[in-house]
């Protein structure tokens, strides 16, 4: 550095409740989430109004919201359910730095067992991290914290979940959750 200090690039840093070095973030790690389309019968399209992003859901899923701010669904059995959130910056926001620290902090989180895995994840010009983690209720849930820059609103930030109510239902639905993800489409 101009000053004169120097920092190792290529070492890891250790971490106090385990006592052993974090790995440097990876661009993934831990367990990755399983996709099949071919697990629900039949798919619809959904047009997310208003925030030019496109998925599909199970032909059967219920939809509880959809509107400008918020997108939710579930299975007919409460069995599974996915959901979007958007949030407004209404200015440019460097967030390259920001994906970076998310990546370092799952990285760690994944070090001392607080989530299952992570990858980063971008669906066309939109860049996040998906992570997936197992609550201590048994609730298992998948989620993907994104961003994208539009002319109109700034750095835009786009939030989904998918999860299950126990351990045993996100193993059945884990591969219908992950087609939705991959399903995901920003224009």
Same mark, same amino acid.
Not at 62 to 84: I, M, T
């Given at each position: 550095?101009?000053?004169?200090?120097? *920092?190792? *690039?290529?070492?890891? /840093?250790?971490? +106090?409740?385990?006592?052993?070095?974090? +790995?440097? %973030?990876?661009?993934?790690?831990?367990?990755?989430? @399983?996709?099949?389309?071919?697990?629900?019968?039949?798919?619809?399209?959904?047009?997310?109004?208003?925030?030019?992003?496109?998925?599909?859901?199970?032909? *059967?899923?219920?939809?509880?919201?959809?509107?400008?701010?918020?997108?939710?669904?579930?299975?007919?059995?409460?069995? %599974?359910?996915?959901? !979007?959130?958007?949030?407004?910056?209404?200015?440019?926001?460097?967030?390259? +730095?920001?994906?970076?620290?998310?990546?370092? !902090?799952?990285?760690?989180?994944?070090?001392?067992? /607080?989530?299952?895995?992570? /990858? @980063?994840?971008?669906?066309?010009?939109?860049?996040?991290?998906?992570?997936?983690?197992?609550?201590?209720?048994?609730?298992?849930?998948?989620?993907?914290?994104?961003?994208?820059?539009?002319?109109?609103?700034?750095?835009?930030?786009?939030?989904?979940?998918?999860? /299950?109510?126990?351990?045993?239902?996100?193993?059945?639905?884990?591969?219908?959750?992950?087609?939705?993800?991959?399903?995901?489409?920003?224009?």
């Amino acid at each position: 550095m101009a000053d004169g200090t120097s *920092l190792e *690039l290529g070492g890891s /840093a250790t971490q +106090p409740n385990r006592g052993g070095p974090i +790995p440097l %973030a990876a661009a993934s790690g831990g367990q990755q989430l @399983r996709s099949d389309p071919n697990a629900a019968a039949s798919w619809r399209e959904v047009e997310w109004p208003g925030q030019g992003v496109r998925f599909k859901v199970p032909s *059967l899923w219920v939809q509880e919201n959809l509107n400008k701010d918020e997108a939710s669904f579930h299975d007919p059995g409460r069995k %599974a359910y996915f959901f !979007g959130h958007v949030a407004f910056f209404n200015q440019k926001l460097p967030f390259e +730095p920001i994906l970076k620290s998310l990546e370092e !902090g799952a990285a760690a989180e994944l070090h001392r067992d /607080a989530i299952l895995g992570y /990858a @980063r994840r971008d669906f066309g010009r939109a860049v996040g991290l998906l992570k997936t983690e197992r609550r201590g209720d048994g609730t298992t849930l998948v989620s993907w914290e994104g961003y994208l820059d539009t002319p109109e609103s700034g750095t835009v930030s786009f939030s989904f979940v998918g999860g /299950a109510p126990s351990s045993a239902d996100y193993s059945e639905q884990e591969p219908i959750l992950g087609a939705i993800f991959d399903s995901i489409q920003f224009k």
